[in-house]
T-cell receptor, first 115, second 109 residues
Framework: DSGVTQTPKHLITATGQRVTLRCSPRSGDLSVYWYQQSLDQGLQFLIQYYNGEERAKGNILERFSAQQFPDLHSELNLSSLELGDSALYFC??????????????FGEGSRLTVL | GQNIDQPTEMTATEGAIVQINCTYQTSGFNGLFWYQQHAGEAPTFLSYNVLDGLEEKGRFSSFLSRSKGYSYLLLKELQMKDSASYLCAVMDSNYQLIWGAGTKLIIKP
């Protein structure tokens, strides 16, 4: 157990819909990262927050948005969903901007299926 | 641009040794990481190298050569449970992690 909690674990929805994925980082971790992993693909970095502020942005679509709240939990909002958005969405956390050694602790992921 | 290359897939035999290579070209270097990811599961941290040389941790070892932009992960005494994808990631000068696409390791009895 990494200490990172993601909900929901599984989500099935239709094209055009909007969903919200939630992540609670490990206790004491200030950084939250979101990654997308499509079937048999590598990890695609979406966005990072540090202590409530956006720290870095990757290949995140305009239809996607995220935020980190004062209690440090984070939400990833995906709107106008398309079939290609079906993927595993991972949240990860670290102590600092990158952590002492940069080690990230990953949640179990939210599997999104768009029909 | 920034780039990390690793083989897409490798096959090895139970009990044997396998070496997974990773080459990188990044804007600066602040460390290289190896993660293991079983299918459908979260990646888990294996090793971190920031200085040249070999880091050994049980059956797993990781090597780094910064001058060559090269690392490898060495897995000894392979077990069936080692069947997984192995992800190489480099921390660049902005302390951002650049990820390779991963190497799928298949272990055969």
């Amino acid at each position: 157990d990494s200490g990172v909690t993601q909900t929901p674990k599984h989500l099935i929805t239709a094209t055009g819909q909007r969903v919200t994925l939630r992540c609670s980082p490990r206790s004491g971790d200030l950084s939250v990262y979101w990654y997308q992993q499509s079937l048999d693909q590598g990890l695609q970095f979406l966005i990072q927050y540090y202590n409530g502020e956006e720290r870095a942005k990757g290949n995140i679509l305009e239809r996607f948005s995220a935020q980190q709240f004062p209690d440090l939990h984070s939400e990833l909002n995906l709107s106008s969903l398309e079939l290609g958005d079906s993927a595993l969405y991972f949240c990860a956390s670290s102590v600092g901007v990158t952590g002492v050694t940069g080690e990230l602790f990953f949640g179990e992921g939210s599997r999104l299926t768009v029909l | 641009g920034q780039n990390i290359d690793q083989p897409t897939e490798m096959t090895a035999t139970e009990g044997a040794i396998v070496q997974i290579n990773c080459t990188y070209q990044t804007s600066g270097f602040n460390g290289l990481f190896w993660y293991q990811q079983h299918a459908g599961e979260a990646p888990t941290f294996l090793s971190y190298n920031v200085l040249d040389g070999l880091e050994e941790k049980g059956r797993f070892s990781s090597f780094l050569s910064r001058s060559k932009g090269y690392s490898y992960l060495l897995l000894k005494e392979l077990q069936m449970k080692d069947s997984a994808s192995y992800l190489c990631a480099v921390m660049d000068s902005n302390y951002q992690l650049i990820w390779g696409a991963g190497t799928k390791l298949i272990i055969k009895p």
